[in-house]
C-alpha cells in the first residue's frame, strides 16, 4: 500500500544538467528522501529471550533478502557484490576523499551515494516499486576511475576488476528492453530465462496446475534442444539438489515430464547456499520460541526452505495464523508475486517485528466489529465466506524486513485454500507510515491550495483507517468458489445466483487453480484495486469512524482527505504505466487509476481533472473533489463496481473479469483527460519514493544490542556494510557464484520456439 509523493525539482535539473542519458525516470536524485525506522522503545521493551528470537529471525531474514537480487536482473548480484567490497574497504567518508581527488564533483560523489543505497535499499537495479530500472547519476568514466583506483581494488584489483567488467555495462544502460521489469521483448526479468515468453509462462502455469505444483518458490529456464524442441526446467528453491538421497514428499516430484508434447524437468537447489544461512537462524530462532506454535511453525519454514515444499510453508502458516498475538510477530518465505510478469511467482522477503499496543488496540475493535461490517459489502451472502476466522490484526513496528521494499500494512499468507478455510492476519507497519508517507506542503502536487493544509493535517490518520480497512475487509472478504479434487461444490448450484446476470452459476475454480493461477497478469492488482475500493467504501460508516476515534466534522475530513488521496493517487498512478508497450509496472497504482477512472465515470462533478500551467510556466494539473456528492455519486459507483468485481472473481471469470479491469486500466489521450498528456506531467513532477533506513541486531555474549543509523545515503551504506560482518565476502562469492551460473540464460537472448499449450 501507500503512494509516493510527487514533485523532485532536482531531479529534473539534474537530469537536464546530464544530458540524454539520465532521464529522470531512471536516476534516483541527490535529494531524495531518507527515514530510519525508529523500534528503539518497542525494542527496549522486549524480554532477553524476546530479543534473541527477534534477533536470529532477522538474521534469517536478512540472508533470505539476498536471493532477491537473483531474482531482479542478471547483473544485480555482482553490483551488490562490487559496492559491498568498496564500502568494506573504505566508507562513504573515507571513499568520498579518494572520489573528490579522482575528480569528481560532491554533486557527483552524493549521486553515486544515492545510487549505491538505491540497490541495497531495492535489492537491485530496479525500483521496487514500479519495476523501472535506475542508473548512476555521473558520467560511466568518473565511477570507473573511483572503483578502480579504490582500496578495495588495490586490495584485490583482478576481481574489482572482473565485478566492474561484468557489470558496468549493464550498471549504466538504457536500452529500450533494460529500462523495465518484463517478460521476452517488454523488458528484463531472472524469474525466466532471457529466451522466454508469455506463452512459455502460460503454458508452465498449466503445467504446475496440472502437477498441483505451486509456482511460488520456481524459476523458469527454457533450453532448446537439437531438434529445436523447447526443453523446460522448473527449478524450485531449496538447500537440498535434485539428487539428495534423502527422501520427502518432494522426492517423487524431481522427474521429467511429457506435457502437451512438451518436455518439463522439475528440479531444486535454487538459491541454495542461500537458503542454508536462512535455515541455520530460523534453527537458532527455536530455541528462543514463545510456545509450541512458534516451534512447529519455524520447523515446517526449515522443512519448505530444505525441500523446496511450499505445502511445508502451508503448515508453517496454519501455525502462525494460530499463534494469536505474539510480542514478537514475523513471517518468511517467496511471498508477494507483484514482480512476477506473469504474476505468480514470489519474491522473497521476510520481516521482524514488535506490537504497538495501542493502535493494536483500535484494530482489535475493528475485527470485534468485522462481522457486521461485511454484511454491509454490496454483494450478496452466497458471496462472502461461510465463517469470518476472527484474525489477528496488530499494529507493528518494524525491526526488520527483507526484500525489495517496505509496505504500510499485510494480509497473509497469501495461499487461496488457507484464507477460505484457516484464515490470515493482519498488520500495519506503525513506524512504517509515520516516516515513509509523511508529505511537505511545497511538495504536495496536483491539489488546490484550499485542500492541502487539510490534507497535511488528515493524511495520516486518514491512511491508518484506509489501511486497516484495505487488509482486513478489503483482502479478508469474499468467497472463491471451488470445486475440489472430488468433484464436491463449496457452494448451492441450485440456489446461488449471479447477481449481476440473474442466472445460475456458470463458471468457478477447478482443484489445483488458484486466484494467481487463473488472473495471472491482472491478479495482484485486480485484488489491489477490490481492496482499496472496500476501503473507500467502508470508511463512509461512522462506526468505522468511532473506532479509530474520529466523530462529527473530523470524521468528514477524514472521509473527504482518504477519498482525495485516493484520486490524486489516480493520476499520480500515470508514472507507472509505460505507454510503448501499454503495460502497467506497479500493482497499487494501477489499481488507483482504475478507481479514478470509475470515479470519473460516475460523474455529476464528483470528480474532476484539470489541465493547468505552474506558477513556473510549466505544465500542471489540478485534481477536484466535490466532498458533497461523495456519499449521493461516489458511493453508488463504487457499490456497483465493488459487485462487479467480487463477482467476477468467486465465480473465476476471467475473460470478463479481464475485460473489465483492462478497460478501466487503459491510459489513452481521450478528452476531457487526456491522460497521456497528462502522464508527461506527472513525469516532469514527480518525486522519487523515499529510501529507508533500517537497523541491525547485534549479538554480543548473550545480549541482543540494536545498532542504528543516520537517516541518509551514507547511512544506509554504513547499515548494509555492517550486516554481514561474519560472512560478508563469503556471501558476495556465493551471489556471484549463483548468478554465474545462470548466465547463459540471459545471453544475447535468441528468439527460441515456445511450446504447444
Known amino acids: 500500500m501507500g503512494e509516493p509523493e510527487a514533485g523532485s525539482e532536482f531531479a529534473i535539473r539534474a537530469a537536464a544538467a546530464a544530458g540524454p542519458m539520465a532521464d529522470a525516470q531512471y ?23 524476546e530479543r534473541l528470537y527477534a534477533h536470529h529471525l532477522s538474521r534469517a531474514a536478512w540472508y533470505g533478502g539476498l536471493a532477491v537480487l537473483l531474482q531482479t536482473s542478471p547483473e544485480a548480484p555482482y553490483i551488490y557484490a562490487l559496492l559491498s567490497r568498496l564500502f568494506r574497504a573504505q566508507d562513504p567518508d573515507q571513499l568520498r576523499q579518494h572520489a573528490l581527488a579522482e575528480g569528481l564533483t560532491e554533486e557527483e560523489y552524493q549521486a553515486f551515494l544515492v545510487y549505491a543505497a538505491g540497490i541495497y535499499s531495492n535489492m537491485g537495479n530496479y525500483k521496487s516499486f514500479g519495476d523501472t530500472k535506475f542508473v548512476p547519476n555521473l558520467p560511466k568514466e568518473k565511477l570507473e576511475r573511483v572503483i578502480l583506483g579504490s582500496k578495495a581494488a588495490q586490495q584485490n584489483p583482478a576481481e574489482v576488476r572482473s565485478l566492474w567488467q561484468t557489470c558496468g555495462e549493464l550498471m549504466f544502460s538504457l536500452e529500450p528492453r533494460l529500462r523495465h521489469l518484463g517478460l521476452g521483448k517488454e523488458g528484463i526479468t531472472t524469474y525466466f530465462s532471457g529466451n522466454c515468453t508469455m506463452e512459455d509462462a502460460k503454458l508452465a502455469q498449466d503445467f504446475l496446475d496440472s502437477q498441483n505444483l505451486s509456482a511460488y518458490n520456481t524459476r523458469l529456464f527454457k533450453d532448446v534442444d537439437q531438434d529445436g524442441k523447447p526443453r523446460y526446467e522448473v527449478r524450485l528453491a531449496s538447500v537440498l539438489g535434485t539428487e539428495s538421497a534423502l527422501h520427502s514428499e518432494m522426492t517423487s516430484r524431481l522427474k521429467s515430464y511429457e506435457f502437451h508434447g512438451n518436455h518439463f524437468q522439475v528440479t531444486r537447489g535454487d538459491y541454495a547456499p542461500i537458503l542454508q544461512k536462512v535455515v541455520e537462524h530460523l534453527e537458532r530462532a527455536k530455541a528462543y520460541a514463545a510456545n509450541s506454535r512458534q516451534e512447529q511453525m519455524l520447523a515446517q519454514y526449515i522443512e519448505s526452505f530444505t525441500q523446496g515444499s511450499i ?35 514470489g519474491e522473497f522477503e521476510g520481516f521482524v517485528a514488535m506490537v504497538n499496543k495501542a493502535m493494536s488496540a483500535k484494530f482489535e475493535c475493528l475485527v470485534a466489529s468485522a462481522e457486521q461490517l461485511l454484511k454491509e459489502l454490496p454483494w450478496p451472502p452466497a458471496f462472502e465466506k461461510d465463517k469470518f476466522l476472527s484474525p489477528d490484526f496488530t499494529s507493528l513496528d518494524v525491526l526488520t524486513f527483507s526484500g525489495s521494499g517496505i509496505p504500510a500494512g499485510i494480509n497473509i499468507p497469501n495461499y487461496d485454500d488457507l484464507r477460505q478455510t484457516e484464515g490470515f492476519k493482519n498488520v500495519s507497519l506503525g513506524n512504517v507510515l509515520a516516516v515513509a508517507y509523511a508529505t511537505q506542503r511545497e511538495k504536495l502536487t496536483f491539489l488546490e491550495e484550499d485542500d492541502k493544509d487539510l490534507y497535511i493535517r488528515w ?18 472478504s469474499g468467497k472463491l468458489f471451488v470445486q475440489d479434487e472430488k468433484g464436491a461444490f463449496n457452494f448451492d448450484q441450485e440456489t446461488v445466483i449471479n447477481p449481476e446476470t440473474g442466472e445460475q452459476i456458470q463458471s468457478w475454480y477447478r482443484s489445483g487453480e488458484t486466484w494467481d493461477s487463473k488472473f495471472s497478469t491482472i491478479a495482484s492488482s485486480y485484488e489491489e484495486c477490490r481492496a482499496e475500493s472496500v476501503g473507500l467504501y467502508l470508511c463512509l460508516n461512522p462506526q468505522v469512524l468511532e473506532i479509530f476515534g474520529f466523530e462529527g466534522a473530523d470524521a468528514e475530513d477524514v472521509i473527504y482527505v482518504n ?22 509496472r506497479q500493482a497499487h ?10 470515479l470519473l465515470e460516475a460523474g455529476e462533478g464528483l470528480v474532476t481533472v484539470t489541465p493547468t500551467t505552474g506558477t513556473d510556466g510549466r505544465p500542471d494539473a489540478r485534481v477536484r473533489l466535490d466532498r458533497n ?6 458511493k453508488p459507483a463504487l457499490e456497483r463496481f465493488l459487485r462487479r468485481l467480487q463477482v467476477l472473481k468467486s465465480t473465476g471469470d476471467v475473460a470478463r473479469g479481464r475485460a473489465l479491469y483492462e478497460g478501466y486500466a487503459a491510459v489513452t489521450d481521450a478528452p476531457p483527460e487526456c491522460f497521456l498528456t497528462l502522464r508527461d506531467t506527472v513525469l516532469l513532477r514527480k518525486e522519487s519514493r523515499k529510501l529507508i533506513v533500517q537497523p541491525n541486531t547485534r549479538l554480543e555474549g548473550s545480549e541482543v544490542q540494536l545498532l542504528e543509523y543516520e537517516a541518509s545515503a551514507a547511512g544506509l551504506i554504513q547499515s548494509f556494510s555492517e550486516r554481514f560482518p561474519e560472512d560478508g565476502p563469503e556471501l558476495e562469492e556465493i551471489l556471484t557464484q549463483l548468478a554465474t551460473a545462470d548466465a547463459r540464460f540471459w545471453k544475447c537472448p535468441s528468439e527460441a520456439p515456445s511450446g504447444q499449450a
Request: charged share 25%.
Open 629 to 634: 456528492k461523495i456519499r449521493s455519486v461516489g
Open 563 to 584: 477519498w482525495l488521496n485516493m484520486v490524486r493517487a489516480g493520476l499520480l498512478a500515470l508514472e507507472f504505466y509505460t505507454p510503448e508497450v501499454s503495460s502497467w
Open 589 to 598: 497504482m494501477q489499481a488507483r487509476f482504475v478507481i479514478l477512472r470509475v
Open 27 to 49: 536516476i534516483l536524485p541527490n535529494d531524495i528522501g531518507v527515514s530510519s525506522l525508529d523500534c528503539r522503545e518497542a525494542f527496549r521493551l522486549l524480554s532477553p529471550t
Open 459 to 476: 493524511k495520516g490518520p486518514s491512511f491508518d483507517v484506509q489501511v486497516g480497512l484495505h487488509e482486513l475487509l478489503g483482502h479478508g
Open 311 to 345: 505445502e511445508a510453508h502451508k503448515r508453517g502458516s496454519r501455525f502462525w495464523i494460530q499463534d494469536k498475538g505474539p510480542i514478537v510477530e514475523s513471517y518468511i518465505g517467496f511471498i508477494e508475486s507483484y514482480r512476477d510478469p506473469f504474476g505468480s511467482r
